[in-house]
């Protein structure tokens, strides 16, 4: 597996080995000794999700602001344009963003720590997204900063206006929200 640092130094992006011929590939989507002799993280993983959406849609930007969650993000089918936002205040890289290209075909993996904020663009008819998280889903906790927040900028790369839920639409701009200290 390959560590590829981004702007914001604690997410990663994660190339694994992919062992392909002419019946196809296989690569393992995560092991935790090759993991932590990687990344020097020794991670416990305690819930797996998958979603499913179409072109256009746009998830995010989510956080929990309590039982936060760190992120192993893939995908199976399709591609996204995966963004990683920094929200702890403490850091020096508050309130900066990362976006790489997620897809089927390039196995691309991004690690996302606790105290990222975390969406995504569906750049494919249609995406299948896995990810591993740190912890359970909270949605008492679950926080939404907007998507288009001038003060962020997100380059998305958008065609159209993108697709969101109801709750996507009333995220808070990041400097009303609240944040990790």
Not at 8 to 28: H, N
Not at 72 to 94: E, K, M, N, Q, T
Not at 119 to 136: H, M, Q
Request: glycine share 8%; charged share 25%; aromatic share 10%.
């Amino acid at each position: 597996m390959k560590v590829v640092q981004t702007a914001i130094p604690d997410v990663l992006m994660i190339e694994p080995r992919v062992f392909g011929d002419a019946r196809g590939f296989f690569l393992e989507g995560y092991n935790a000794r090759d993991f932590r002799q990687a990344t020097g993280l020794s991670l416990d993983f305690v819930q797996d999700n998958h979603s499913r959406s179409r072109r256009g849609v746009l998830r995010g930007l989510h956080y929990q602001l309590q039982q936060a969650q760190g992120k192993l993000v893939s995908v199976v089918c399709g591609a996204v344009f995966d963004v990683a936002v920094d929200i702890r205040r403490s850091s020096p890289g508050f309130g900066r963003w990362v976006g790489v290209e997620v897809s089927e075909d390039n196995h691309r993996q991004l690690w996302l720590p606790p105290g990222i904020a975390h969406g995504f663009l569906v750049l494919s008819e249609r995406v299948d997204v896995f990810y591993k998280t740190t912890d359970y889903y909270a949605p008492e906790h679950e926080r939404v900063i907007l998507w288009n927040d001038p003060e962020i900028d997100i380059e998305w790369p958008l065609a159209d206006e993108p697709l969101l839920s109801p709750k996507d639409q009333a995220g808070l701009p990041l400097k009303q929200a609240e944040c990790f200290p």
